[in-house]
Antibody
Framework: EVQLVESGGDLVQPGGSLRLSCAAS????????MAWVRQAPGKGLEWVAT????????YYVDSVKGRFTISRNGAKNSLYLQMNSLRVEDTAVYYC?????????WGQGTLVTVSS | DIVMTQSPDSLTVSLGERATINCKSS????????????LSWYQQKPGQPPKLLVY???TRESGVPDRFSGSGSGTDFTLTISSLQAEDVAVYYC?????????FGQGTKLEIK
């Protein structure tokens, strides 16, 4: 079965850091771009970041530039999101997705809560 | 940035009737590389991740029922559910994947009358 499984979500104080992981199984992701998309409680979808196949190119929404870093490990079939200087407004469920032009496979998401 | 605007924000339709959701982009999402519209539609049910329904504006994803169809080009797009079923209750999002930031519409909540 094709699966993307996120982990690493937690409760963190403003200004803190967190690293999210996304592991792929039954699905090869190395030939594809990969992305993180988030959804604040009761709100819509917001694209956060994308990385190309070999990690040489990354793209970010303006609100996370300089704070978040997307990366991948081809050998481990995994995707990561390092989140620093977290803000209350970063509170959301974070989904990883395979970006095959559209986002054709999604994980179940991991909840990040930023609160004091 | 390309702004995606959906209408309506919410929609109530009777079982078996047609549901139509519109999506307008602030600029063309026509890809210069393949002359296709880089527009996708997703369905999200409560507590679940989004599910891809349609891409390249009108190509149905494998396994998606044929009552779902996408149309449009340039800046105006439509998702149509030809005969609403109970399991179609969800929030629907359009998205452009032509260039970053890969923006989503605000979502349309579809309910049964």
């Amino acid at each position: 079965e094709v699966q993307l499984v996120e982990s690493g979500g937690d409760l963190v104080q403003p200004g803190g850091s967190l690293r999210l992981s996304c592991a792929a199984s039954g699905l090869t992701v190395s030939p594809y771009w990969m992305a993180w998309v988030r959804q604040a409680p009761g709100k819509g979808l917001e694209w956060v970041a994308t990385v190309n196949q070999d990690g040489s190119a990354t793209y970010y929404v303006d609100s996370v530039k300089g704070r978040f870093t997307i990366s991948r490990n081809g050998a481990k079939n995994s995707l990561y999101l390092q989140m620093n200087s977290l803000r209350v407004e970063d509170t959301a469920v974070y989904y990883c997705a395979r970006q095959n032009y559209p986002f054709d496979h999604w994980g179940q998401g991991t909840l990040v809560t930023v609160s004091s | 940035d390309i702004v995606m605007t959906q209408s309506p924000d919410s929609l109530t339709v009777s079982l078996g009737e047609r549901a139509t959701i519109n999506c307008k982009s602030s600029q063309s999402v026509l890809s210069s590389s393949n002359n296709k519209n880089s527009l996708s539609w997703y369905q999200q049910k409560p507590g679940q991740p989004p599910k891809l329904l349609v891409y390249w504006a009108s190509t149905r994803e494998s396994g998606v029922p044929d009552r779902f169809s996408g149309s449009g080009s340039g800046t105006d797009f439509t998702l149509t559910i030809s005969s609403l079923q109970a399991e179609d209750v969800a929030v629907y999002y359009c998205q452009q994947y032509d260039s970053p930031p890969y923006t989503f519409g605000q979502g349309t909540k579809l309910e049964i009358k």
